[in-house]
């Protein structure tokens, strides 16, 4: 919670306040690192809550429960449509520099229809959950909050279509632009961009598909597994492995941004020299 809350803010605040970093792939990050910080600094003091405290069935008749789906649905869905982007915008500058085809008020018209459409899928799973709460949807409210299938019921089916469509896709989209990139830069083609800083954060971009990827399948294998059986003791343990699991990659990212990007070097650098200093 710490580490991703002060590394994604540090992200977002960097964008905001330097001009300089007004490009599409500092644009892509700071998207990225919002999804992360709402994971880090909201939704997961609430998963924290939810599983060490002995009444947290409580909290789930409260709007928190409401709050905690929305954020979780948000989030993920942002993080995965966004990440195909960035992809996509590395091969414009490394196999198209001479005339991308993806310009950041393009960029940011995609993204803000990511928005648009992430909102509206949680708004509308939370819609969904607020009925089987009404209809005596025999699941503890609890589960429905923290994404727990216990049956293939209405609300599993729409809540596993949308995430394995949304995962598979972006995942599969995003493979096949960095195996396209990769081949073709090995072929050493007249005006590809040779550029070792961009090759570099190229690598940066690959290993960020990466982290998202390891981190949420387990996530979603667990989903999976729930709609076959009822639930048990073992499968509510390995729902919160898997979902501690996701949380970190958000703390995660901001790390390795901070390792192979030298921007972000600098100021992770300039924000633990003051801290150290001002200690």
């Known amino acids: 919670m710490i580490a991703g809350s002060l590394g994604n803010g540090l992200i977002i605040y960097s964008y905001v306040t330097d001009n300089s970093i007004r490009k599409t792939?500092?644009?892509?990050i700071t998207n990225l690192a919002i999804a992360d910080l709402l994971i880090s600094l909201l939704f997961t003091p609430m998963l924290f809550i939810y599983r060490v405290y002995a009444k947290a069935e409580l909290i789930a008749y409260t709007p928190?429960?409401?709050?905690?789906?929305?954020?979780?649905?948000?989030?993920?869905?942002?993080?995965?449509?966004?990440?195909?982007?960035?992809?996509?915008?590395?091969?414009?500058?490394?196999?198209?520099?001479?005339?991308?085809?993806?310009?950041?008020?393009q960029a940011r018209l995609m993204v803000s229809i990511f928005w648009i459409l992430c909102i509206s899928s949680a708004v509308f799973m939370v819609l969904m959950a607020r009925n089987e709460f009404t209809n005596g949807d025999p699941t503890?409210?609890?589960?429905?909050?923290?994404?727990?299938?216990?049956?293939?019921?209405?609300?599993?089916?729409v809540f596993l279509g949308y995430s394995a469509t949304l995962y598979g896709l972006s995942i599969a989209?995003?493979?096949?632009?960095?195996?396209?990139?990769?081949?073709?830069?090995?072929?050493?083609?007249?005006?590809v961009n040779g550029s070792a800083d961009e090759r570099h954060t190229t690598k940066l971009c690959f290993w960020i598909a990466i982290v998202y990827t390891a981190f949420w399948t387990p996530f979603l294998l667990v989903q999976l597994a729930g709609i076959f059986?009822?639930?048990?003791?073992?499968?509510?343990?390995?729902h919160g492995c898997s979902s501690a699991i996701g949380v970190i990659g958000s703390a995660v990212n901001p790390l390795l941004y901070a390792v192979m990007n030298p921007y972000y070097k600098t100021r992770m650098c300039d924000l633990f020299k003051r801290l150290t200093c001002r200690g």
């Open 25 to 28: 792939f500092y644009f892509l």
């Open 64 to 105: 928190v429960c409401e709050i905690s789906l929305f954020l979780s649905m948000f989030s993920i869905s942002l993080m995965y449509f966004v990440f195909p982007l960035l992809a996509y915008h590395r091969k414009d500058v490394m196999l198209r520099p001479q005339s991308p085809r993806l310009s950041l008020v």
């Open 140 to 157: 503890p409210k609890l589960y429905r909050c923290l994404l727990i299938n216990q049956r293939l019921d209405t609300y599993a089916q």
């Open 173 to 191: 989209f995003t493979a096949m632009i960095y195996l396209q990139i990769f081949f073709t830069l090995r072929t050493h083609l007249e005006g």
């Open 229 to 238: 059986g009822t639930y048990t003791e073992l499968y509510f343990n390995l």
